[in-house]
């Protein structure tokens, strides 16, 4: 079973606009991970955030975590048409397994 | 340094094929991963290994068998392919060490797999 699920599943704004998409999981964490997915390529990863930080910034990216709701959303400011990406969240449980369990994803498109 | 290889880079088999998927890191990474990634279910882990010689069970491990001889390479075999395997299989290596560890996974660039 999917431990994340991205919302919303797919995102289409204007070059310059911010996007903003969320990660629901079900279990304790140690940390969640962003990873982005070029059309055809493979994952690379963005941002990890620990189960004990509620914020993180990287870049144009701004991780939020609320492990009380279990959720985390990732934000992107100024976004640009490279920027166009599937979009995974990665948790790694506390139940003492060396796993991520990845998302669905959100697919963003950014228009120039 | 070429991170994360993986070959072939697109196969087509016919049901009941057998063939072998290897994947290579050069980065000297302890842990290895095999994923499948299907429209609309995200990634889901095959199998994985936690060091040379050592191989365990993911989500979706049935009609999958692995190996990992050399700390560099993770082979990911079909012994009868069926349809129900075609997808994008997606190899991953990471460095760490215990399970509160931060450290990230490397991805290869994928096998697009389809079998008919």
């Given at each position: 079973s999917q431990q994340g699920e991205e919302d919303p599943q797919a995102l289409s704004i204007q070059e310059g606009e911010n996007a903003t998409m969320n990660c629901s999981y079900k279990t304790s964490i140690n940390n969640l991970q962003w990873y982005r997915q070029n059309s055809g390529r493979g994952l690379v990863h963005l941002i990890l955030i620990?189960?004990?930080?509620?914020?993180?910034?990287?870049?144009?990216?701004?991780?939020?975590l609320d492990t009380s709701k279990k959720s985390s959303s990732l934000l992107i400011t100024a976004s640009r048409a490279a920027d166009t990406a599937s979009y995974f969240c990665a948790t790694a449980s506390t139940s003492g397994t060396y796993k991520y369990i990845f998302g669905t994803g959100t697919r963003l498109k950014v228009l120039a | 340094?070429?991170?994360?290889?993986?070959?072939?880079?697109?196969?087509?088999?016919?049901?009941?094929?057998?063939?072998?998927?290897l994947c290579a890191q050069?980065?000297?990474?302890?842990?290895?991963?095999?994923?499948?990634?299907?429209?609309?279910?995200?990634?889901?882990?095959?199998?994985?290994?936690?060091g040379e010689g050592t191989t365990a069970k993911g989500e979706v491990p049935d009609g999958y068998n692995v190996s990992r001889l050399k700390k560099q390479n993770f082979l990911l075999g079909l012994e009868s392919a069926a349809p129900s395997q075609t997808s994008v299989y997606f190899c991953a290596s990471s460095y760490s060490h215990t399970i509160s560890s931060t450290d990230t996974q490397y991805f290869g660039p994928g096998t697009r797999l389809t079998v008919l």
């Amino acid at each position: 079973s999917q431990q994340g699920e991205e919302d919303p599943q797919a995102l289409s704004i204007q070059e310059g606009e911010n996007a903003t998409m969320n990660c629901s999981y079900k279990t304790s964490i140690n940390n969640l991970q962003w990873y982005r997915q070029n059309s055809g390529r493979g994952l690379v990863h963005l941002i990890l955030i620990r189960s004990n930080e509620r914020e993180k910034h990287s870049g144009r990216l701004r991780v939020t975590l609320d492990t009380s709701k279990k959720s985390s959303s990732l934000l992107i400011t100024a976004s640009r048409a490279a920027d166009t990406a599937s979009y995974f969240c990665a948790t790694a449980s506390t139940s003492g397994t060396y796993k991520y369990i990845f998302g669905t994803g959100t697919r963003l498109k950014v228009l120039a | 340094n070429a991170g994360v290889t993986q070959t072939p880079k697109f196969r087509v088999l016919k049901t009941g094929q057998s063939m072998t998927l290897l994947c290579a890191q050069d980065m000297n990474h302890e842990y290895m991963y095999w994923y499948r990634q299907d429209p609309g279910m995200g990634l889901r882990l095959i199998h994985y290994s936690v060091g040379e010689g050592t191989t365990a069970k993911g989500e979706v491990p049935d009609g999958y068998n692995v190996s990992r001889l050399k700390k560099q390479n993770f082979l990911l075999g079909l012994e009868s392919a069926a349809p129900s395997q075609t997808s994008v299989y997606f190899c991953a290596s990471s460095y760490s060490h215990t399970i509160s560890s931060t450290d990230t996974q490397y991805f290869g660039p994928g096998t697009r797999l389809t079998v008919l």
